[in-house]
């Protein structure tokens, strides 16, 4: 399993960093998770291309997770394929295209509301990985995405959330847990307001998962503080440049 991280910044951030979006590998498949401003044009960028996505996971409805979403679907249209997408079931996919003026090419997304939960809750299983989700602690309703491979590895997405014990048990025992950051030491209180976590939070996240990896992403204007990591080891996230989780075990 490989993450490429396609953008890693948040709504409000350098714009060099994008928005947060992945894509993973496993095997010949590959999961878009979040798709936010300009998702299509990183994609290219790093080599890629709207076919070759097998299923598209979105977190939540806030513009910067889904507003790249009707840029796919205008090229999957093109294409002539439709892309599965999973996510929460208030994501209205319909007002979001009907607002942009081509309700005609919802046709071109599958999609799969998912409702939210505490507990664990499988959604997809394919033929080599299996992706199971759990609600997030943010404004919106927010999802959590584990994905487990059959070689044993797994990685965990939060999404935007405030500090979670869902998550935390969600991502017990992955290889890799990547953690929103929107906010420093001393910024908790602005942070939770808005729904994020710190960067110290999303460390005691991984310590107490016991996690072997944190890969911090969803940085704001500010550049991520990141202290007091014993025991964690940090994956500096760079667009377009894959993470190799066996390499990581």
């Keep these: 399993m490989r993450v490429i991280p396609l953008g890693i910044g948040g709504w409000v951030s350098n714009p060099l960093l994008g928005n947060v979006s992945l894509l993973v590998e496993v095997g010949d498949s590959r999961i878009l998770i979040d ?10 960028t790093c080599g890629f291309d709207v076919d070759k996505i097998d299923l598209v996971l ?13 840029t796919l679907a205008l090229f999957a249209r093109y294409m002539d394929i439709a892309l599965r997408v999973y996510g929460p079931r208030d994501v209205d996919l319909q007002g979001l295209f009907d607002a942009l003026g081509i309700p005609q090419y919802l046709s071109a997304i599958d999609f799969h509301p998912i409702d939210l939960s505490p507990e664990p809750l499988t959604v997809i299983i394919g033929h080599n990985y299996r992706v199971t989700a759990v609600s997030a602690d943010h404004t919106v309703p927010a999802l959590a995405y584990r994905i487990d491979v059959s070689d044993g590895s797994c990685i965990t997405y939060s999404g935007d959330t405030r500090p979670s014990k869902s998550i935390m048990n969600l991502s017990r025992g992955c290889t890799l847990l990547i953690h929103e950051v929107s ?9 939770h307001l808005h729904g994020h976590s710190t ?3 999303a460390i005691q996240i991984a310590r107490d998962a ?40």
Excluded at 35 to 44: D, I, P, Q
Excluded at 183 to 191: F, K, L
Excluded at 215 to 238: A, F, K, R, T, W
Aim: hydrophobic share 30%; glycine share 10%; proline share 9%.
């Design 210 to 249: 016991g996690v072997k990896y944190l890969m911090p992403v969803h940085y704001y204007v500010e550049s991520p503080i990141l202290s007091d990591i014993q025991g964690i080891n940090i994956v500096i996230p760079v667009p377009c440049t894959p993470i190799d989780i066996q390499k990581l075990r």
């Design 183 to 191: 906010g420093n030491p001393g910024t908790e209180e602005a942070s």
């Design 58 to 70: 979105i977190t939540h409805r806030h513009g910067d997770h889904i507003i790249g979403l009707p």
């Design 35 to 44: 798709a936010g401003e300009s998702t299509y044009r990183a994609l290219r």
């Design 199 to 201: 960067t110290s939070e």
